[in-house]
């Protein structure tokens, strides 16, 4: 069982960053894939970024959103540039602790074990 718990979320005004945060409670190898999610209301989950040995981007915060991690603190980054008011969702962190990647799909919920709670992301003037 690992438990995650994501941070960081806030107001900000369009154009402004955020950074989110996401502590695990226990060890993340560098071959666990992580990833972020959102959702906002009255939409499905979806898929933002995710790292492992790459980086995976959707194409809606490509150039504007990077992942990153620190194993050695068992945390996963998510730094937010340029936001933009439909980046308004709460945001996700998952994990994939199975060692098996033969049916990974980095972009797919089923791909992974154990999610956070969430944090509120809310890009409005």
């Known amino acids: 069982q690992v438990q995650l718990v994501e941070s960081g979320g806030g107001l900000v005004q369009p154009g402004g960053s955020l950074r989110l945060s996401c502590a695990a409670s226990?060890?993340?190898?560098?071959?666990?894939?992580m990833g972020w999610f959102r959702q906002a209301p009255g939409k499905e989950r979806e898929f933002v970024a995710a790292i492992r040995w790459s980086n995976y981007y959707a194409d809606s915060v490509k150039g504007r959103f990077t992942i990153s991690r620190d194993n050695t603190k068992n945390t996963v980054y998510l730094q937010m540039n340029s936001l933009k008011p439909e980046d308004t969702a709460v945001y996700y962190c998952?994990?994939?602790?199975?060692?098996?990647?033969?049916?990974?799909?980095?972009?797919?919920?089923?791909?992974?074990?154990?999610w956070g709670q969430g944090t509120q992301v809310t890009v409005s003037s």
């Open positions: 226990a060890r993340t190898y560098s071959n666990y894939a």
């Open positions: 998952a994990v994939r602790v199975s060692p098996f990647y033969s049916d990974y799909d980095y972009n797919k919920e089923r791909s992974y074990d154990f």
